[in-house]
């Protein structure tokens, strides 16, 4: 995680001990980061998370309480919104809905009193960007939701902005749709190449599209890396559990006649070597259910009721019950073994490398 | 029809019945006896009361009172709701709704007795010009003119366009101006291309409630507006009240009532126009 004390060379945008309350309740509490250029970046976490609100101090529409933000080195804590640089596309994209499309994208230039010829020049170059030439007089109800988008980048990309900050844009919309404005962000910003920052609780929206990813829970920064890193090695239990992890167990190291277990949930796993007591996470897809009695080395297991078994398509998901403990699993769906049904008693284990130890968790 | 419409036509029948009978009725004898004539051999159907009307300068300067007060009164409740339908944006729930009851408090009193409240201030000898008086200012006549009949039917309608500009302001997307201010527009440009344009439905659906209101209102011009200021409605009522000529005052009343729907049925059609603009398709 980046400290305070690190040096800005070569952080396009940094948050320093970044503080916004509201009626005494910290929004965003503490955070510091830094983007690198050209950086995709994701904000991600549960609403209420402050991560909208972060976005906002970024913007210039927000003044933290405490902190600051520097572009390219330089504080802009005090400047005004559209001096930053940072354009902004919003949730619902924000079009204003009682002007053309023409009117809507060249409204940044019309603020900036740029002569008639010069926005008729720049509104025309920036729609044949995103591909709308020809939808000039329509208004944004007369749009599709991927058009819509398009003039809101247009909107945006004309005032040739340093930094773009996208705040949930693909919220409301349904998921194909999603899916396909998700890869017109990436693409836009494979050609600009221009630092963006993404706010989003989606974590199939934020690890397709970012370079990284900035955790973000009860205002703080719970971990800021590379999605795959964040997946495989999860800072915290909360962030465990928010990119969608199921099993977080406690384990106990313990020792039977000159040999190492790890005792988790009543179960004990066989150790080559001793063990730390430590809260785990076993990934689902690393979970193998079997009939047989005994566990393979290297494995851990546990006996248990098969509780429920879920078709999802490509994948089934199922539950095994021990005492007081619930293991889930995944599988793909030709490797399910035939014929378990919900009720009858299996084991479940997995390997003992697969586990991922918690820091700092209890 | 069907059964099922037959079912919920019936269900506007009651109101249906009560209004032609009770309003739909009376009005269409007042104003079918304004265009007849009776005489020795029966009726004749004529159009001469309308002339004679029309002929008349005294008329004509009722009709463009009552056009002007109107169209002032809209103008000044515009002016002084639009400013505080601005600030009910920015309030929370609790503060709005406080608000709101302070400011709409008034529309509880009786008309005739808030407008006689304005006599006390208002008047010659009012709080006014007795302050005027003793600083030794020359004394104003804000009362038996217009700007007393327009002071009394701003405050009376402010209320109403209050509420219409504030429906529409409420229904404003926060993200909208956050938009505009991130493009560089500053405070006042945000106002004028911004709000103002989205908050046109409820000014223009305010401004045709208040107009309507102010030229057919009879209690503050008589109250404020004396004998010296008559308008439309408070002829209408000479007419027939005090000179029994019913159907001159059918006339004077026709006249009001055509010329009001016009100008409503005008600025409808452009507000109609502006919506669509604004939806789109």
Same mark, same amino acid.
């Given at each position: 995680?980046?400290?305070?004390?690190?040096?800005?060379?070569?952080?396009?945008?940094?948050?320093?001990?970044?503080?916004?309350?509201?009626?005494?309740?910290?929004?965003?509490?503490?955070?510091?980061?830094?983007?690198?250029?050209?950086?995709?970046?994701?904000?991600?976490? %549960?609403?209420? #998370?402050? &991560? =909208?609100?972060?976005?906002?101090?970024?913007?210039?529409? =927000?003044?933290?309480?405490? #902190?600051?933000?520097?572009?390219?080195? $330089?504080?802009?804590?005090?400047? %005004?919104?559209?001096? *930053?640089?940072?354009?902004?596309?919003?949730?619902?994209?924000?079009?204003?809905?009682?002007? =053309?499309?023409?009117?809507?994208?060249?409204?940044?230039?019309?603020?900036?009193?740029?002569?008639?010829?010069?926005?008729?020049?720049?509104?025309? $170059?920036?729609?044949?960007?995103?591909?709308?030439?020809?939808?000039?007089? *329509?208004? %944004?109800?007369?749009?599709?939701? #991927?058009?819509?988008?398009?003039?809101?980048?247009?909107?945006?990309?004309?005032?040739?902005?340093?930094?773009?900050?996208?705040?949930?844009?693909?919220?409301?919309?349904?998921?194909?749709?999603?899916?396909?404005?998700?890869?017109?962000?990436? $693409?836009?910003?494979?050609?600009?190449?221009?630092?963006?920052?993404?706010?989003?609780?989606?974590?199939?929206?934020?690890?397709?599209?970012?370079?990284?990813?900035?955790?973000?829970?009860? #205002?703080?920064?719970?971990?800021?890396?590379?999605?795959?890193?964040?997946?495989?090695? %999860?800072?915290?239990?909360?962030?465990?559990?928010?990119?969608?992890?199921?099993?977080?167990? *406690?384990?106990?190291?313990?020792?039977?006649?000159?040999?190492?277990?790890?005792?988790?949930?009543?179960?004990?796993?066989?150790?080559?070597?001793?063990?730390?007591?430590?809260?785990?996470?076993?990934?689902?897809?690393?979970?193998?259910?079997?009939?047989?009695?005994?566990?393979?080395?290297?494995?851990?297991?546990?006996?248990?009721?098969?509780? &429920?078994?879920?078709?999802?398509?490509?994948?089934? *998901?199922?539950?095994? &019950?021990?005492?007081?403990?619930?293991?889930?699993?995944?599988?793909?769906?030709?490797?399910?073994?035939?014929?378990?049904?919900?009720?009858?008693?299996?084991?479940?284990?997995?390997?003992?490398?697969?586990?991922?130890?918690?820091?700092?968790?209890? | 029809?069907?059964?099922?419409? +037959?079912?919920?036509?019936?269900?506007?029948?009651?109101?249906? @019945?009560?209004?032609?009978?009770?309003?739909?009725?009376?009005?269409?004898?007042?104003?079918?006896?304004?265009?007849?004539?009776?005489?020795?051999?029966?009726?004749?159907?004529?159009? !001469?009361?309308?002339?004679?009307?029309?002929?008349?300068?005294?008329?004509?300067? +009722?009709?463009?009172?009552?056009?002007?007060?109107?169209?002032?009164?809209?103008?000044?409740?515009?002016?002084?709701?639009?400013?505080?339908?601005?600030?009910?944006?920015?309030? /929370?729930?609790?503060?709005?709704?406080?608000?709101?009851?302070?400011?709409?408090?008034?529309?509880?009193? /009786?008309?005739?007795?808030?407008?006689?409240?304005?006599?006390?201030?208002?008047?010659?000898?009012?709080?006014?010009?007795?302050?005027?008086?003793?600083?030794?200012?020359?004394?104003?006549?804000?009362?038996?003119?217009?700007?007393?009949? @327009?002071?009394?039917?701003?405050?009376?309608?402010?209320?109403?366009?209050?509420?219409?500009?504030?429906? /529409?302001?409420?229904?404003?997307?926060?993200?909208?101006?956050?938009?505009?201010?991130?493009?560089?527009?500053?405070?006042?440009?945000?106002?004028?291309?911004?709000?103002?344009? +989205?908050?046109?439905?409820?000014?223009?659906?305010?401004?045709?409630?208040?107009?309507?209101? /102010?030229?057919?209102?009879?209690?503050?011009?008589?109250?404020? !507006?004396?004998?010296?200021?008559?308008?439309?409605?408070?002829?209408?009522?000479?007419?027939?009240?005090?000179?029994?000529?019913?159907?001159?005052?059918?006339?004077?009343?026709?006249?009001?009532?055509?010329?009001?729907?016009?100008?409503?049925?005008?600025?409808?059609?452009?507000?109609?126009?502006?919506?669509?603009? !604004?939806?789109? !398709?």
């Amino acid at each position: 995680m980046p400290s305070d004390n690190q040096s800005p060379e070569g952080a396009f945008l940094a948050l320093r001990s970044l503080t916004k309350r509201f009626d005494g309740h910290a929004a965003v509490n503490g955070i510091s980061l830094e983007v690198k250029p050209h950086e995709f970046v994701s904000l991600l976490g %549960p609403s209420g #998370g402050g &991560k =909208t609100t972060l976005l906002h101090m970024i913007a210039g529409f =927000t003044e933290p309480d405490a #902190g600051d933000i520097l572009i390219q080195g $330089e504080s802009v804590r005090r400047w %005004p919104s559209h001096r *930053r640089g940072a354009a902004m596309v919003f949730q619902s994209y924000a079009l204003f809905p009682h002007l =053309t499309v023409f009117e809507n994208v060249a409204f940044g230039l019309r603020m900036r009193k740029v002569g008639n010829g010069e926005v008729r020049r720049q509104v025309s $170059e920036a729609l044949e960007y995103v591909r709308l030439q020809g939808l000039e007089k *329509r208004y %944004p109800r007369q749009l599709s939701g #991927g058009q819509q988008q398009r003039v809101a980048l247009a909107r945006a990309l004309i005032l040739k902005p340093r930094l773009l900050l996208l705040d949930e844009p693909l919220s409301n919309l349904d998921p194909n749709l999603r899916r396909e404005l998700r890869d017109n962000f990436r $693409e836009i910003h494979n050609q600009t190449r221009m630092t963006t920052l993404l706010v989003t609780h989606d974590i199939e929206e934020a690890f397709t599209t970012s370079d990284r990813v900035a955790i973000l829970g009860n #205002g703080r920064l719970e971990q800021f890396d590379t999605p795959q890193a964040i997946y495989t090695r %999860p800072a915290s239990a909360f962030v465990a559990r928010f990119v969608g992890h199921r099993n977080i167990v *406690r384990g106990t190291p313990a020792q039977k006649e000159a040999r190492h277990f790890l005792e988790i949930e009543g179960t004990e796993a066989l150790l080559e070597t001793p063990g730390t007591a430590s809260s785990y996470v076993i990934p689902m897809n690393q979970v193998r259910i079997t009939t047989d009695a005994t566990t393979p080395r290297g494995y851990a297991g546990m006996s248990g009721v098969l509780e &429920k078994i879920e078709y999802l398509g490509a994948l089934v *998901r199922f539950q095994v &019950k021990s005492g007081g403990a619930t293991l889930v699993g995944e599988c793909l769906d030709h490797q399910w073994p035939v014929g378990l049904q919900p009720g009858i008693t299996t084991r479940a284990c997995w390997p003992l490398h697969r586990m991922i130890d918690l820091p700092g968790a209890v | 029809m069907t059964t099922a419409r +037959l079912r919920s036509a019936s269900l506007i029948m009651p109101a249906l @019945i009560f209004i032609a009978a009770l309003f739909l009725a009376p009005v269409v004898q007042i104003l079918a006896g304004s265009f007849v004539q009776v005489h020795s051999g029966g009726w004749t159907l004529t159009a !001469g009361l309308y002339e004679a009307f029309f002929a008349d300068a005294y008329s004509w300067g +009722l009709l463009e009172r009552t056009l002007r007060i109107s169209a002032i009164t809209t103008l000044a409740c515009l002016v002084m709701a639009f400013p505080v339908a601005l600030l009910m944006r920015r309030l /929370s729930s609790t503060q709005r709704t406080v608000l709101a009851i302070l400011l709409l408090s008034p529309l509880l009193t /009786s008309v005739v007795v808030r407008t006689l409240a304005w006599v006390i201030l208002l008047g010659p000898v009012g709080l006014i010009n007795k302050t005027l008086g003793v600083l030794g200012i020359a004394p104003v006549a804000l009362m038996y003119n217009d700007v007393g009949v @327009i002071i009394g039917l701003t405050h009376v309608f402010f209320g109403y366009m209050l509420l219409a500009i504030t429906a /529409s302001m409420l229904k404003l997307d926060e993200r909208l101006m956050l938009a505009a201010i991130n493009l560089g527009a500053s405070r006042w440009q945000v106002l004028r291309t911004i709000i103002f344009p +989205l908050c046109l439905p409820g000014v223009l659906s305010g401004s045709v409630l208040v107009f309507t209101m /102010s030229a057919s209102a009879y209690i503050v011009p008589v109250l404020l !507006g004396g004998t010296a200021t008559k308008v439309m409605a408070t002829e209408v009522y000479d007419l027939a009240i005090n000179y029994l000529e019913w159907k001159e005052a059918a006339v004077v009343a026709a006249v009001l009532f055509v010329t009001v729907w016009l100008i409503v049925a005008a600025v409808t059609r452009l507000a109609a126009r502006h919506e669509r603009i !604004g939806e789109g !398709g």
